[in-house]
């Protein structure tokens, strides 16, 4: 069965501080998606990214990076020179298309990130 | 494109009555997926519809249920509210199975 694993429940930075959030995932399909989402106070999910498990190329949108390593089954998320804006709860999550759940996300515990000034 | 809208956004009700809310995708988008979010279990998938089509469902029991219309709108029923129904229940909508989903936000059922 599919299991994230995010171990930090809460990280607390100074605004401008580097962060790194930690996701683990199980799974025994070969063809699998990653996903991160940012919850603010709002409650509303907000969609960050997908990552194929194919793809292991690490990727940059702006203050945000992603490291997607098979070898540990990690995907971890960095935020560079974080913000105040950047205080929300961050969920990593898993759905394996080749069980015929595609559209089912696993969502590990969630990470609450405070940044304060 | 407007986002995915959640109605009502708040919610209060007492043990055994019944509840619907209801899903508005993303415009073009065929599947809806539903989720529940407690402080306790997190987030949890409770089913997925597609094309009107129940694809996939979670480890709810059968007091859930969820329908989808032709127009992709979705509505999830919830049969005599236990006070574990308190939660916070998120629609997300793709426009095929596996992309990426996108979250309304959420409606907040309170059971009393």
């Known amino acids: 069965a599919q299991k994230v694993t995010q171990a930090q429940t809460e990280i607390s930075v100074v605004e401008k501080e580097d962060v790194t959030l930690d996701c683990v995932y199980e799974?025994?399909?070969?063809?699998?998606?990653l996903f991160w989402y940012k919850q603010p106070p709002s409650g509303e999910l907000v969609f960050l990214i997908r990552?194929?498990?194919?793809?292991?190329q690490n990727e940059i949108s702006g203050r945000y990076s992603w490291n997607f390593q098979k070898s540990t089954s990690s995907f971890n998320f960095t935020i560079t020179a974080s913000q105040v804006v950047d205080s929300a709860v961050y969920f990593c999550?898993?759905?394996?298309?080749?069980?015929?759940?595609?559209?089912?996300?696993?969502f590990g515990t969630g990470t609450r990130l405070q940044v304060t000034l | 494109k407007a986002g995915v809208t959640q109605t009502p956004r708040y919610l209060i009700k007492t043990r055994g009555q019944q509840v619907t809310l209801s899903c508005s995708p993303i415009?073009?988008?065929?599947?809806v997926s539903w989720y529940q979010q407690t402080p306790g279990q997190g987030l949890q998938f409770l089913f997925e519809?597609?094309?009107?089509?129940?694809?996939n469902k979670g480890n709810f029991p059968g007091r859930f249920s969820g329908r989808q219309f032709s127009n992709s709108r979705s509505e999830m029923n919830v049969s005599t509210l236990e006070l574990g129904d308190s939660a916070l229940y998120l629609c997300?909508?793709?426009?095929?199975?596996?992309?990426?989903?996108?979250f309304g936000p959420g409606t907040r059922l309170t059971v009393l």
């Open positions: 997300a909508s793709s426009p095929l199975a596996g992309g990426e989903q996108f």
């Open positions: 799974t025994r399909d070969t063809t699998y998606y």
């Open positions: 990552r194929n498990s194919f793809d292991e």
């Open positions: 999550a898993l759905s394996e298309p080749g069980t015929g759940t595609a559209s089912k996300l696993t």
């Open positions: 415009s073009g988008h065929r599947s």
């Open positions: 519809y597609f094309s009107e089509t129940q694809r």
